[in-house]
């Protein structure tokens, strides 16, 4: 069964870092596509980030980039997204999806057919 379990948020001030991590299982992590959404209150679910299988080209939000970098551990199954320089608005639920569907990065949240759990990430002093 396929399964995403999203690790590593939590409060963290103005200009601080975090690394979370989105541990797969249940299928073969390089051949799939895995994107990073995040949620705030009141607000639509946006992609952060994504890896389009076993493409090694990642995409970016323009609200996160240079700050934010993807990566994948296909040994050990998981995701990452580190975040540096984080800001009150990167305060959010932080999500990792995966589609059916081979390659391509779509942005659109219904594109994706399965979604971990998410945790909280929260940039305030």
């Known amino acids: 069964q396929l399964q995403l379990v999203e690790s590593g948020g939590g409060l963290v001030p103005p200009g601080g870092s975090l690394r979370l991590s989105c541990a797969a299982s249940?299928?073969?992590?390089?051949?799939?596509?895995i994107g990073w959404f995040r949620q705030a209150p009141g607000r639509e679910r946006e992609r952060v980030s994504c890896i389009p299988g076993s493409v090694t080209f990642w995409t970016y939000a323009d609200s996160v980039r240079g700050r934010f970098t993807m990566s994948r551990d296909n040994a050990k199954k998981t995701v990452y997204l580190q975040m540096n320089s984080l800001k009150p608005e990167d305060t959010a639920v932080y999500y990792c999806?995966?589609?059916?569907?081979?390659?391509?990065?779509?942005?659109?949240?219904?594109?994706?057919?399965?979604w971990g759990q998410g945790t909280q990430v929260t940039v305030s002093s």
């Open positions: 249940g299928f073969t992590l390089d051949t799939y596509t």
């Open positions: 999806a995966t589609k059916r569907t081979y390659g391509g990065c779509p942005v659109s949240v219904s594109d994706y057919d399965y």
